[in-house]
């Protein structure tokens, strides 16, 4: 088991920046993978970034891209996410995930094991 928890969400302004964190606890030595997804209200739950554990290799959604950014920290076994230039578009529930293992579709949710509970993030105009 892998337990996973998210901080660091809040409201911003238009314009402004966050940075999310995503901890990760239990049978850490299986890691593979982190991803933020992230849930608007009535819309699916959407890929937004991922990072894979050993190579580092990041991966993003077109959306974020060149506003969003994700590291990990292996010593830590912490993964974060620094979002800048937020607009209300990126206004969700941000949930970090973490995949214990390959899988294709890396940018599907079916693809991690592990998911935290999520924490909000709220961009004002």
């Known amino acids: 088991q892998v337990q996973v928890v998210e901080s660091g969400g809040g409201l911003v302004q238009a314009g402004g920046s966050l940075r999310l964190s995503c901890a990760a606890s239990?049978?850490?030595?299986?890691?593979?993978?982190m991803g933020w997804f992230r849930q608007a209200p009535g819309k699916e739950r959407e890929f937004v970034a991922g990072?894979?554990?050993?190579?580092?290799?990041?991966y993003y959604a077109d959306s974020v891209k060149g506003r969003f950014s994700i590291s990990r920290d292996n010593a830590k076994n912490m993964a974060s996410l620094q979002m800048n230039s937020l607009n209300s578009e990126d206004t969700a529930v941000y949930y970090c995930?973490?995949?214990?293992?390959?899988?294709?579709?890396?940018?599907?949710?079916?693809?991690?094991?592990?998911w935290g509970q999520g924490t909000q993030v709220t961009v004002s105009s």
């Open positions: 239990g049978r850490t030595l299986s890691l593979y993978a």
């Open positions: 995930a973490v995949a214990t293992g390959f899988r294709s579709g890396r940018y599907q949710p079916e693809a991690y094991d592990y």
């Open positions: 990072i894979t554990w050993r190579i580092g290799g990041r």
